[in-house]
T-cell receptor
């Protein structure tokens, strides 16, 4: 158990809809990272937050947004969903202090857009 | 930008065979290097890491050596078990920035 909790585990929705994915990081971890894992593109970095503030952006579409709340949990919002957004979405956390500490991953949310 | 290239899978081996999964990287500067493993239905777990040139990371019989001259971090294990069947990801990172992952190599061990 990595200590990172993601909900829901599975999500099935229709094109054009909006969904929210939730992540609770390990206790004490200040940094949260979101990744998208699809069959054809591997693991793609979406966005990073540190202690409530956006720290880095990767290949995140404008239809997607995220935030990290004062209690350090994070949400990833996906809107105007398309078939191609079907993927596994992972959240990971690390303490954010020191260097090169490992990322701890949740078990992911599998999103299916029909 | 930074990138990681892994050998294409899937890889199928018999139990007790020797394993090598190749990984090379492109980066500006000297990143830390990682191997992560993903079992079915689970998230990625850190397998081992190396933070500077010539460092050797090791865990559960797996090893990888940070080779600056060849920009490589190949994963090896002397005798694989059925329980090693999983997807293996090579990754690089700087400090507390994001990790950049390779595309993953699916490993299947047959008894």
């Amino acid at each position: 158990d990595s200590g990172v909790t993601q909900t829901p585990k599975h999500l099935i929705t229709a094109t054009g809809q909006r969904v929210t994915l939730r992540c609770s990081p390990r206790s004490g971890d200040l940094s949260v990272y979101w990744y998208q894992q699809s069959l054809d593109q591997g693991l793609q970095f979406l966005i990073q937050y540190y202690n409530g503030e956006e720290r880095a952006k990767g290949n995140i579409l404008e239809r997607f947004s995220a935030q990290q709340f004062p209690d350090l949990h994070s949400e990833l919002n996906l809107s105007s969903l398309e078939l191609g957004d079907s993927a596994l979405y992972f959240c990971a956390s690390r303490s954010g202090t020191g260097n090169n500490s490992p990322l701890h991953f949740g078990n992911g949310t599998r999103l299916t857009v029909t | 930008g930074d990138s990681v290239t892994q050998m294409e899978g899937p890889v199928t081996l018999s139990e007790e065979a020797f394993l090598t999964i190749n990984c090379t990287y492109t980066a500006t500067g000297y990143p830390s290097l990682f191997w992560y493993v993903q079992y079915p239905g689970e998230g990625l777990q850190l397998l081992l890491k190396a933070t500077k040139a010539d460092d050797k990371g090791s865990n559960k019989g797996f090893e990888a050596t940070y080779r600056k001259e060849t920009t490589s971090f190949h994963l090896e294990k002397g005798s694989v078990q059925v329980s090693d069947s999983a997807v293996y990801f090579c990754a690089l990172g700087f400090g507390n920035e994001k990790l950049t992952f390779g595309t993953g190599t699916r490993l299947t061990i047959i008894p």
